[in-house]
């Protein structure tokens, strides 16, 4: 199976040129499954709840989630993709899922970054897994990745990939991304975007860089740091179904869930 | 607040030896805490039941604990140490933190690797801290690392510093630490022992860079791969206490329990 990341730098608020941006670079390279940047049809530095208004759509049904849905046709590939949701008067700065046959899942991000604890409301779902025909994939976006609760709920329910769409600031998260596939043994797509937004007074400079990153904490590929970029890997998703370390141990087996009840305390 | 770690090549059987040279080296440092590495004593290529029954020792009470707590009075200093501990008809793969005052607590490892397996029973205690004066520490030995859950409960617990006995063989713990330390704000002395030991038709060659990781996933210090060597650092515990990324983010306080059951949940 081949998977992969587009990087590029997405212009804020000009939904169909990121688009079409897409499609062309989608255009130069055969996947299974593509991962997109977070929020990469608007852009991510919003400054008033009346542009994440504006720029918000529905999933299903917004106009992004349908140009997605026919490039998934047309490339015959599954794509994860971060966009800015409405639902009602919320809005969720969320990943859709759509294949082939058109929309299949939303992740609403579950644990906000900065200002978009003012913009968007914090993802109200759990943690989910789909299964896209012959690999389980995950979804988190971008700060999730902190918390090594997320990428480990994924994993434990059965994730193969974690498609990880992101628009990183800072220079931890490629290198903690091979700790956290080491401990779940699993594979995953980070996907960042590149270029800096100036707006409102204020000024955000992405780091690119996106990683696939194998089971063994190995980087399969890393693209650069300000370029446009496509990166695709062949990966064999049995490696990550496999979490035994030796004969006596297993990733997972081996956890002793009996002295981890500190891990669910609300300690606020 | 200073602490340490102390890296050496244990001789196997050799307790007094060992033990002698742990007096030597820590007497060439001054340090609040010092770590040492995991079955520091005996040495940890154990070959059968009865070399496990012959050196394992009752904590407190056997000598090893009895010369860490007069080499803890004397250095004025804290020690975790990891030995082999003999409780009735059992056997535990342990650490001790001893002090001034003398023995303080046992911590019996948790996750434990390969024929450890066959040697220990598992840990069957909880994670614990402990309040060692203006600084709470936690334990874990070697594997427990892996699982991030090790270092999360002991972080989540108040540990500032957690203490890290290991006899590494693979490559991957030190980089790991400085994911473990990032994601929790903490500090981590990870002690590692040098050397070959070949024994029983088995050989294991262990890694040294025993390591000091500071809370931003720097390391502040790590020793070369194959000398003694003692390893001190000046840190400010208070950087640990404070969980705050930004105005907006908090490690601790923005992790979403209510999406993290599947953490306990059993999947053998």
Redesign the interface.
Known sequence: MKVGFIQFDPVFGDIEGNIDTVKRLADSADADLFVLPELFNTGYLFTSHEEVAELSEEIPGGRTTEALSDLSRKKNAWIVAGLAERSGKNFYNSAVLVGPDGYRATYRK??????E??WFN??DG??QVYDIGGCTVGIMIC?DW????SM??LS??GADVICHSANLVLP?CQ??M???C??NRVFAVTANRTGTEERGGKSLSYTGKSQITGTR?NVLFQAGEGIEEVGIVEIDVNEARNKE??E??N???????D??????????
């Open positions: 579950i644990h906000l970054f900065f200002e604890t003012v914090p993802g759990e943690f700060f902190i918390f090594p609760e480990r709920v434990l329910m931890f290198d903690a091979k700790t956290r080491l401990e904490g370390v030796n006596y141990n990733l997972f087996d081996d956890r002793r869930t002295f981890y009840s500190a891990l669910l305390k609300d300690n606020k």
